[in-house]
């Protein structure tokens, strides 16, 4: 074993270290959500999440993007195939480890790989083009200023940088082939990288291992880099789209929850028997004002937004120039949860620092904008329900805070006094029968 | 036309010891807002005429709570769900067709978490069952050949996956049916939902009926078919907005088929 794979078994280490803490702080954040039991219809969201999270049905509503996600998607997938052997071959020193014991079958999959990389460079140059040249409203709207727009363009860019370097990596590898250099045995076929031979042909052997090294290299850090950057990236979404999908909403989207809480002093209220003899545990919060009240569900899938916008794009309310656009309540509800999280890390789990979700991150103004029509819902690809954090803060805001605009108010005491949004008398309900 | 509609309640059956087939749930804008009645009257007009066997809870209807619940108010939407649930219940209430789709929603999907199982059908289903029954015969009448698009509501559509009943009524009237450019599960809101029905808009650059107005004018329709009493709203406010109340007509399916029958 040489220096090399010493300098790569840390490397690799170190960053499967790194990834595992990220990935504990998440997971950790997403159960200071509260409990909420999905475990009913196992076979129906297994069906739903190979259609919409592996077979990405929803992203093909837009055809262009949605045919390159894909083939992003499946470069992703298919050249992770690759990265177990350059892994191998890390750790023990071997060349291209898995040529021998797969023969034929290893000149056709590198075949593909390369293909595949030429496609997901082109897909994700042609991304980077659509995001800062063209002017794509859901990608100009106030929420994806600064940080978001820099993350999906840092995204962008090391994938095309990563391709490159697979790709350079493979030609360096055939010209040494070709040369009969020792370590470097003949095997895989090349239909892309073999147009970048001729540059290198006139190079020295010394210089083209070098290259052939440092790309190799620059792939395998570039990726475990990577591996480190999604716990703080929208790019997280490549992990939990596939659990966001899989416990999403089943039922009709305009059935909203029945709150729990509610029910039991309801119940009271109609029947005091029911009354239990002592109040059950701790007061609960009736809707949502900070993360915490939030569900896990809810919390986890602020994680799985990949800040698409394509909710917002669908938004009557983003539409017509309102406050409000659900990609903003999903990155709000994330960074708010980041926030606490932090928080926690530094001062102990009791900790507060004052803030909340609603109020200091989203207003007033954003939730009652909302028609809950459920477009966003509809129109995201991996089934994130943007309209259900919004109603639980709606919640709050009425029945712990008891503030509802003014119209509102009155429609409610209607209600009260007699049983209709507006101020007609119940006796009257039926005049509609001799009116014409 | 004939304006003596054959309407009994709930109370009034019992009495006689009789139970109607299906309740129809009339909602808070079928009885009281003035454009809606209409569409009520509409739709007693085609039960009349089928001999559909009918009652109305009448004053003992109440609001189903939709409004409170979506303006983020619970208890009120619970407490008026237990009420009615109780009224039901003690009527055996086992079918309901309502003219509402915020009705239609609330009665079918959140009733029964609270106690209150019932079959629940909103009238273009109601409708287009008694078509495929073949005890609804839809002429058409004044509105063949003329170019009608249907605007889908929220709560019928989206929430509640049924797109295809309110095509097909439409289909019989032996118009041009057009889909507007945002159609189906992609079609726009009209602005009412989720409470705002009962409040100014937030603050912004337009309002969402007149977004979807255009929408409308883009079609050049003759008219476009409703399902829902506050789409009926919305679009007759987007019409007088955009000054097209000569030309574009705002209907509910239930009237194209009243009048398109002469009813
Ligand atoms: S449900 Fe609310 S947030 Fe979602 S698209 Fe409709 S108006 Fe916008
Ligand atoms: S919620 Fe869904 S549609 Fe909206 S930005 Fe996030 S991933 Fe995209």
């Known amino acids: ?436 | 036309m004939s304006s003596t509609l054959n309407v009994n309640t709930m109370a009034e059956l019992m009495a006689k010891g009789e139970k109607p087939e299906v309740l129809f749930w009339v909602g808070c804008a079928g009885s009281f807002d003035d454009r809606a009645k209409k569409i009520t009257r509409a739709f007693v007009k085609i039960l009349n005429s089928v001999g559909v066997n009918f009652a109305i809870l009448g004053t003992e209807e109440s609001c189903t709570g939709d409004p409170a619940k979506r303006a983020g108010n619970e208890f009120l939407f619970q407490m008026q769900a237990m009420t009615n649930i109780q009224v039901m219940n003690a009527y055996e209430v086992k079918k309901i067709v309502t003219t509402c789709p915020h009705c239609f929603n609330t009665l079918k999907n959140e009733y029964p978490g609270l106690g209150g199982d019932y079959e629940v059908l909103h009238h273009s289903q109601f409708l287009q069952k008694l078509m495929e029954e073949g005890k609804l015969k839809i002429e058409g009448g004044e509105f063949k050949g003329k170019k009608i698009s249907f605007h889908d509501p929220c709560y019928l559509g989206r929430g509640n996956g049924e797109y295809e009943a309110p095509r097909a009524l439409l289909e019989q009237l032996d118009a041009e049916l057009v889909e507007l450019k945002r159609c189906k599960s992609k079609g726009l809101c009209c602005g009412a939902g989720g409470a705002q029905m009962f409040k100014e808009a937030e603050p912004g650059a337009k309002e969402v009926n007149i977004e979807r107005m255009e929408d409308v004018v883009e079609a050049s329709l003759n008219i476009v078919a409703v399902g829902c009493p506050f789409c009926m709203t919305m679009m007759t406010d987007g019409v007088k907005n955009k000054e097209k109340e000569e030309t574009l007509k705002v209907y509910d399916l239930a009237e194209l088929i009243a009048e398109g029958n002469g009813l």
């Open chain 1, 1 to 436: 074993m040489g220096l090399e794979n010493i300098l790569f078994i840390v490397a690799f280490a170190a960053a499967v270290f790194l990834f595992s803490k990220n990935l504990k702080a998440i997971i950790r954040n997403i159960n200071l959500g509260k409990d909420l039991d999905i475990s009913d219809n196992k076979l129906e969201r297994w069906k739903k999440m190979i259609l919409v999270a592996i077979g990405q049905s929803k992203m093909v509503v837009k055809p262009v993007s949605g045919l390159m996600h894909i083939i992003v998607y499946a470069g992703f997938i298919i050249i992770n195939i690759e990265v177990l052997e350059i892994i191998i071959d890390g750790i023990f020193g071997t060349h291209r480890v898995f040529a021998a014991p797969l023969g034929g079958l290893y000149d056709f999959l590198i075949g593909s790989f390369e293909i595949l990389a030429l496609l997901v460079l082109v897909a994700c140059v042609v991304f980077f083009i659509r995001r800062n040249a063209m002017t794509i409203k859901r990608f100009k709207m106030k929420e994806m200023l600064g940080w978001p727009k820099t993350d999906a363009n840092i995204i962008l860019i090391v994938e095309v940088f990563l391709m490159g370097a697979f790709l350079k990596m493979n030609a360096a590898d055939q010209v040494l082939q070709a040369r009969g250099v020792e370590h470097y045995v003949v095997a895989g076929s090349y239909p892309v990288s073999q147009f970048l031979v001729p540059i290198m042909e006139n190079f020295s052997s010394g210089y083209i291992i070098f290259l052939e090294r440092a790309t190799w290299w620059f792939h395998i850090l570039g990726i475990l880099t990577f591996l480190n950057y999604l716990p703080y990236s929208k790019h997280f979404h490549i992990m939990l789209a596939f659990p966001s999908v899989f416990y999403s909403k089943l039922k009709p989207r305009a059935e909203f929850d029945n709150m729990h809480s509610v029910k039991k002093e309801v119940e009271i209220m109609f029947d005091p028997d029911a009354a239990p003899a002592q109040s059950e545990g701790p007061v609960e919060r009736f809707g949502a004002k900070d993360v915490a009240d939030l569900n896990w569900k809810q919390l986890m899938d602020s994680y799985s937004c990949t800040e698409c916008g394509r909710c917002s794009e669908q938004c009557p309310a983003s539409q017509t120039g309102k406050l409000l656009s659900p990609r903003k309540i999903m990155m709000d509800t994330r960074d708010r949860l980041e926030e606490v999280g932090k928080g926690k890390d530094k001062n102990g789990k009791d900790f507060s620092d004052g803030k909340s979700l609603l109020g200091d991150y989203i207003s007033e103004e954003e939730l009652w904008a909302c028609t809950t029509c459920n477009a966003c819902v509809d129109a995201c690809p991996i089934e994130l329900n943007p309209l259900s954090i919004i109603m639980d803060m709606r919640r709050s805001l009425v029945m712990e805070e008891s503030k509802i605009p003014s119209e509102l108010a009155g429609m409610i005491t209607n209600i009260e006094n007699n049983g209709a949004p507006w101020q007609f008398s119940q006796t009257d309900r039926a005049n509609w029968i001799n009116e014409e």
